[in-house]
């Protein structure tokens, strides 16, 4: 901090990208059952528009910005042009799926005919035969960061003994070690999954004791703020066996690669094919990397064809993608201005702040501290563990903490940008430990109880931001460069179908190195 403080300008240049999940849905607040619409291009090789799991499940990708503003409006115009090609459909705006009647009307995401089109799809089929369709439509919002060279220039001047991308990376795991520890602020202030669709128990056939309203059938807690996170929600009981640390690259990479290879009986029991075809990519317990949930992850650009695990080993950690995100209801994008200026702020505190090394016990403690907020954070008086042995505080209080320390980073972040965004940032978002109301959860929670339809009120969003889209201009992009983008996509597409070499049981045997899974 004294350095910086020397030195503000090492805290610009700060990289930015923003993901976003949306599910396509009809003018009465069902899922849609129509195909990836054309003129979005393809959704293969399309710069910013493509699909994650299913076909109606939308996701949205800024170019990396150096300003919160040019990042917010880059992913203003992608909404804009979408919703502008989406001939009567609307975005669902909740983290929580939609109605859905049953699983078959989600139809899995397609990406043509090329072997690492077939790859992506049977990917998704595999994680539909384990853990079911409709859990993998919940929505969120990922956030991608990295440090400019100026700030690592500082961070390690005074440093000889390793190179300097080690320092980088090692410092990145110091940064992921701290978001364990410190994360569970997010959900608490910005989760906004308190509640679901009863189409969601209905098809996931788990129970809990929900708090119910509506003949539709809204369920939820009452002082939830992110069922996305919890047990309910976008997660893998099967990994927690896992044993994948954070200490450094080569642990983590290790931990990751074990997974790949640890075959499953769970799994296995699926098998890899059946009398119509493939299932599964393989029946261990993870079958890329990608599988793996985690509320943040250590990230490199990838060259073409090349595995992220391998990225990282070849060139070290460059930016880190924070996952833990929901969709922020009441911002027509999913996510607003107040959430980025936070986010610059916890994760340059994570890296500056000490960061010790992680015992298994300790990721049992953050797993129940997390636990504790995304399924009752706003409970009063809720108290969590600081480490295995350490003193309990309350949320309040450990937030009133956190915060003396991001007050103070946000003087110098302001003296670096000018203005005091930062410092007012600070000044709102602390006051919400002390009146919960304020959290995003609370308050989507109050107008669905309102209304008494989590349905309803998803509905009347979708509805208020599809006319807000209608109109209005540019302000990065343009009509014209969407178009040629969607179709200069569609032609990559041609030409990665035609150049494969080889057929797709010969493609899956070389990218798994021959140990594709019987």
């Known amino acids: 901090m004294a350095a910086l403080s020397e030195h503000p300008n090492a805290l610009k240049g700060l990289g ?3 993901e976003r999940e949306a599910l396509r849905i009809t003018s009465e607040g069902t899922l849609s059952l129509s195909a990836h619409p054309p003129v979005l291009g393809s959704a293969l090789t399309h710069k910013w528009i493509t699909t994650d799991f299913a076909e109606s499940l939308l996701e949205f990708i800024t170019p990396v910005s150096y300003s919160v503003s040019e990042t917010l409006t880059q992913l203003q115009d992608i909404h804009r042009f979408t919703y502008r090609s989406l001939d009567g459909e609307m975005l669902w705006p909740l983290s929580m799926p939609c109605y859905v009647g049953n699983q078959d009307e989600i139809n899995l995401a397609q990406y043509g005919t090329s072997n690492v089109g077939r790859m992506k799809t049977l990917y998704r089929k595999g994680l539909k035969h384990r853990y079911d369709s409709i859990m993998q439509v919940i929505s969120g919002v990922h956030f991608n960061f990295s440090f400019s060279q100026s700030f690592w220039q500082l961070w390690i001047r005074d440093q000889t003994t390793y190179t300097t991308q080690e320092y980088i990376s090692d410092a990145y795991f110091g940064l992921i070690r701290n978001y364990y520890r410190f994360g569970w602020i997010l959900p608490y202030l910005f989760g906004a999954s308190p509640a679901l669709c009863g189409s969601f128990i209905k098809n996931t056939e788990r129970a809990m004791n929900f708090e119910t309203i509506g003949k539709e059938g809204t369920y939820y807690l009452p002082y939830a703020t992110s069922l996305r996170l919890s047990d309910f929600g976008y ?5 927690g066996v896992l044993k994948i640390g954070f200490d450094n690259l080569a642990q983590y990479l290790e931990g990751v690669r074990d997974a790949m290879r640890t075959p499953s009986v769970e799994f296995a029991d699926i098998g890899v094919k059946d009398a119509s075809g493939y299932c599964q990519l393989n029946t261990n317990v993870l079958q890329i990397e990608n599988e793996l949930y985690a509320p943040i ?4 650009v990838t060259k073409s064809g090349e595995k992220p695990s391998d990225a990282l080993e070849r060139g070290g950690v460059e930016y880190i993608e924070v996952r833990s995100l929901d969709v922020n209801p009441f911002s027509p994008i999913g996510i607003d201005e107040t959430q980025v200026y936070f986010l610059d702020l916890f994760v340059i505190w994570c890296v500056l702040s000490p960061s010790e090394l992680m015992a298994d016990c300790e990721l049992r403690c953050w797993r129940e501290n997390w636990d504790k907020v995304v399924m009752g954070g706003r409970k009063p008086n809720l108290t969590l563990q600081i480490g295995c042995n350490g003193e309990q505080l309350t949320q309040t209080e450990w937030g009133h903490r956190v ?12 003296k670096a940008y000018g203005g005091d965004k930062y410092q007012s940032v600070c000044r709102d978002l602390v006051t919400w430990f002390d009146y919960p109301e304020k959290t995003l ?4 929670l109050k107008k669905i109880i309102s209304q008494k339809s989590i349905s309803k009120v998803g509905l009347g969003i979708a509805a208020d931001n599809a006319a807000l ?3 209005g201009d540019y302000l990065k992009f343009t009509e014209a460069q969407f178009r040629k983008e969607s179709e200069a ?13 080889v057929n797709f049981e010969q493609y899956l045997a070389e990218y798994f190195g021959g140990s594709l899974s019987p």
């Open 297 to 300: 992850r250590p990230k490199r």
């Open 441 to 444: 959860s609370a308050r989507l």
């Open 403 to 414: 915060f003396a320390d991001l007050t103070d980073l946000s003087v110098v972040m302001d």
């Open 235 to 239: 997660t893998n009981s099967t990994q």
């Open 16 to 18: 930015r990208g923003i």
């Open 489 to 501: 996509s569609l032609q990559r597409q041609r030409n990665v179908e035609q150049s494969d070499g």
């Open 469 to 471: 889209f209608s109109k």
